[in-house]
């Protein structure tokens, strides 16, 4: 087992004490890289970069190389789960991703097999465990997936949606075959993400991209409720440190605590809720993660550089703080700022753990 130089994410998760605070990006890994947009036409398609080992670590790489980031998160996409379940994953340029089959009917849930990676997902877990290689105790490792309730958006609807009606009509008229739905994903989650731990992901995210869109009651009952499932049945150490786990549904202020109390390590928060109010009202129970608008990055170095010192004041002093974007680094940024960016936390941060 190869030692961690660099284990400040890790530390900070667990709310353990940092000297400055961590930092990664969400997509850190992605468009707005020239070097992500030349492997990408190297490897063909989005796809296969995904399931080719090689390039998934090249391209998980490449921000490292650039930025004095804490942390690696795989190369993947959160549909992979859906696509295993033999829906037809697609993309069409510029129209993100699409399914061949929906799932809208009784029998198309009943039809639903429950994911098993080492069979149906084997290129994920060979590309954590070449990360894991290359990275050689750089930085940790974080492996990903998708929320039961945000993979349910994509499969129901067939796509991004503005209004999601289908699924929200499957949830409402059909509420048993909704819940089916997700349990089917929960447990196909629960396998996903144990074994990119077993392969080497040493700290995961859940991403629940699409909960903010349901009301208060809807929220607990199909999306929170199949990831406390998830957070219940994790691998929580492993390598003999503990794995910690990282919840983030985007538009979730108003949900904080309820996301605290089920287990999990940390919170991600999105920009629309105050970081000192959050970490306020959780208290010491989780980290907290993010949570600048990733829009900032448009603005100068000098503007991205205040808006940095006001978040890190907003958090205050002390650990449990993970700095990120609020949600993924937009593909028309320019690297020299997410620069700006990093380097700003790094200078920034240390004041706030002396």
Same mark, same amino acid.
């Given at each position: 087992?190869?030692?961690?130089?660099?284990?400040?994410?890790?530390?900070?998760?667990?709310?353990?004490?940092?000297?400055?605070?961590?930092?990664?990006?969400?997509?850190?890994?992605?468009?707005?890289?020239?070097?992500?947009?030349?492997?990408?036409?190297?490897?063909?398609?989005?796809?296969?970069?995904?399931?080719?080992?090689?390039?998934?670590?090249?391209?998980?790489?490449?921000?490292?190389?650039?930025?004095?980031?804490?942390?690696?998160?795989?190369?993947?996409?959160?549909?992979?789960?859906?696509?295993?379940?033999?829906?037809?994953?697609?993309?069409?340029?510029?129209?993100?991703?699409?399914?061949?089959?929906?799932?809208?009917?009784?029998?198309?849930?009943?039809?639903?097999?429950?994911?098993?990676?080492?069979?149906?997902?084997?290129?994920?877990?060979?590309?954590?465990?070449?990360?894991?290689?290359?990275?050689?105790?750089?930085?940790?490792?974080?492996?990903?997936?998708?929320?039961?309730?945000?993979?349910?958006?994509?499969?129901?609807?067939?796509?991004?949606?503005?209004?999601?009606?289908?699924?929200?009509?499957?949830?409402?008229?059909?509420?048993?075959?909704?819940?089916?739905?997700?349990?089917?994903?929960?447990?196909?989650?629960?396998?996903?993400?144990?074994?990119?731990?077993?392969?080497?992901?040493?700290?995961?995210?859940?991403?629940?991209?699409?909960?903010?869109?349901?009301?208060?009651?809807?929220?607990?009952?199909?999306?929170?409720?199949?990831?406390?499932?998830?957070?219940?049945?994790?691998?929580?150490?492993?390598?003999?440190?503990?794995?910690?786990?990282?919840?983030?549904?985007?538009?979730?202020?108003?949900?904080?605590?309820?996301?605290?109390?089920?287990?999990?390590?940390?919170? @991600? /928060?999105?920009?629309?809720? %105050?970081?000192?109010? *959050?970490? #306020?009202?959780?208290?010491?129970? &989780?980290? !907290?993660?993010?949570?600048?608008?990733?829009?900032?990055?448009?603005?100068?170095?000098?503007?991205?550089?205040?808006?940095?010192?006001?978040?890190?004041?907003?958090?205050?002093?002390?650990?449990?703080?993970?700095?990120?974007?609020?949600? @993924? /680094?937009?593909?028309?940024? %320019?690297?020299?700022? *997410?620069? #700006?960016?990093?380097?700003?936390? &790094?200078? !920034?941060?240390?004041?706030?753990?002396?």
């Amino acid at each position: 087992m190869t030692e961690l130089k660099n284990d400040r994410f890790l530390k900070a998760l667990l709310r353990e004490p940092v000297d400055r605070t961590p930092i990664w990006m969400m997509r850190q890994a992605g468009r707005y890289l020239p070097e992500y947009r030349a492997s990408r036409a190297t490897a063909g398609s989005f796809m296969d970069l995904c399931m080719n080992a090689d390039f998934a670590c090249e391209v998980t790489m490449q921000p490292l190389e650039r930025y004095p980031l804490d942390a690696a998160i795989l190369f993947s996409d959160i549909l992979t789960i859906p696509d295993a379940m033999d829906l037809g994953l697609y993309f069409e340029t510029g129209e993100g991703p699409k399914f061949k089959k929906v799932v809208r009917t009784e029998a198309d849930v009943d039809a639903l097999p429950i994911v098993n990676t080492a069979s149906d997902l084997s290129y994920v877990t060979k590309a954590v465990s070449t990360i894991r290689h290359e990275l050689n105790g750089r930085v940790p490792l974080i492996g990903f997936s998708g929320s039961p309730w945000t993979l349910a958006t994509y499969m129901v609807e067939g796509g991004s949606s503005k209004d999601f009606r289908h699924v929200k009509a499957m949830m409402y008229n059909q509420p048993e075959v909704m819940h089916r739905m997700l349990d089917k994903l929960a447990l196909s989650v629960i396998d996903y993400l144990n074994a990119q731990i077993m392969a080497g992901a040493q700290a995961v995210q859940i991403f629940d991209t699409w909960g903010g869109v349901l009301s208060h009651a809807a929220y607990q009952e199909f999306s929170l409720k199949y990831m406390q499932q998830i957070v219940d049945g994790l691998i929580r150490e492993h390598e003999g440190r503990r794995v910690p786990v990282i919840l983030f549904t985007k538009g979730a202020g108003q949900w904080l605590e309820s996301m605290a109390n089920t287990g999990c390590d940390a919170l @991600g /928060i999105d920009w629309t809720t %105050d970081l000192g109010n *959050a970490r #306020a009202r959780v208290g010491s129970k &989780v980290a !907290l993660q993010g949570n600048m608008d990733p829009s900032v990055l448009y603005a100068s170095p000098k503007r991205i550089r205040e808006e940095v010192a006001s978040i890190l004041a907003s958090y205050g002093h002390g650990t449990g703080q993970v700095f990120n974007l609020g949600h @993924g /680094i937009h593909q028309f940024v %320019d690297p020299e700022h *997410a620069k #700006a960016f990093i380097e700003a936390v &790094v200078e !920034l941060s240390p004041q706030y753990h002396k």
